[in-house]
């Protein structure tokens, strides 16, 4: 190399590249930095938002599970239903005259008033 350069070279590297390389060092670790607080935002508000929708979906099953009937219910409600309805259309066909049909082991006798 020539002895001539040396003072230049060294001149460049101390008053340009050692400051644009730290200033590059500065960026980087700045970019970093702010990726990792939005991530943690982030994080937090996605932890929240999934406990949120947890609760709400517990939510929803107990209320599910307090307001619906079950298949067993609903089939013993319909049984006695069909069985009132029956009663009530064999006091009709008495008051009417007509002959009592005998439905479902259903007596009219105990109806006729």
Known sequence: MD???APALTWWITMVELPVIGALFWM???????????????RRRA?????????????YKLEVAQTFA???DVNEVERRLVGHLLRIEAKLDYRLG?????????DPEPYRS
Request: net charge negative; glycine share 2%.
């Open 98 to 106: 007509e002959a009592p049909r005998v439905r479902a082991g259903l």
């Open 47 to 59: 932890d929240a938002a999934m406990a949120a929708l947890t609760q709400t979906v517990a939510d």
């Open 28 to 42: 980087l670790w700045r970019i970093r930095r702010d990726t990792e607080q939005a991530l943690d935002a982030e």
């Open 3 to 5: 002895p001539s350069l």
């Open 70 to 72: 079950s298949v067993a």
